[in-house]
Nanobody, 121 residues
Framework: QVQLVESGGGLVQAGGSLRLSCVASGSIFIIGAMGWYRQAPGKQRELVATLTKGGSTNFADSVKGRFTISGDNAKNTVYLQMNSLKPDDTAIYYC???????????????WGQGTQVTVSS
C-alpha cells in the first residue's frame, strides 16, 4: 500500500504565502514524478505543478512566477511554495505521485486526500 499525506494548507490573506508538503510512504519501489493538482468548488481538478525524479518541472500558466515546486527524493517528499496568493487560488490541493511498487509493475497514479487552501480578499 502507498499513502500520500499532505500538510500545510490553511487560510491566508491575498498576497500572502503558504507552503504545502506531501510525503509518500509505503511499498515504494520508485517514484517517477510528484506534483500538485487543485479543485475549486464547481470546477474540475486541474494541474498546478509537477516535478519529475530528474528535476524537470511543469506549471499551470495561472501560477507561473508565483509558485515553485521542489522535492527531496530521499524523503519521498514534494513541496509547493505558493507566493502572492490570490482569491482564485482557493481550492482543495491534492498531492499526486506516479509510483511503481515493484519492478514488475507499471507506474500507477496515487492521490492524497487533499488540503484546503483558502485565500481571502
Amino acid at each position: 500500500q502507498v499513502q500520500l499525506v499532505e500538510s500545510g494548507g490553511g487560510l491566508v490573506q491575498a498576497g500572502g504565502s503558504l507552503r504545502l508538503s506531501c510525503v509518500a510512504s509505503g511499498s515504494i519501489f520508485i517514484i517517477g514524478a510528484m506534483g500538485w493538482y487543485r479543485q475549486a468548488p464547481g470546477k474540475q481538478r486541474e494541474l498546478v505543478a509537477t516535478l519529475t525524479k530528474g528535476g524537470s518541472t511543469n506549471f499551470a500558466d495561472s501560477v507561473k512566477g508565483r509558485f515553485t515546486i521542489s522535492g527531496d527524493n530521499a524523503k519521498n517528499t514534494v513541496y509547493l511554495q505558493m507566493n502572492s496568493l490570490k482569491p482564485d487560488d482557493t481550492a482543495i490541493y491534492y498531492c499526486n505521485a506516479q509510483i511503481r511498487t515493484s519492478i514488475l509493475l507499471p507506474l500507477i497514479n496515487y492521490w492524497g486526500q487533499g488540503t484546503q487552501v483558502t485565500v481571502s480578499s
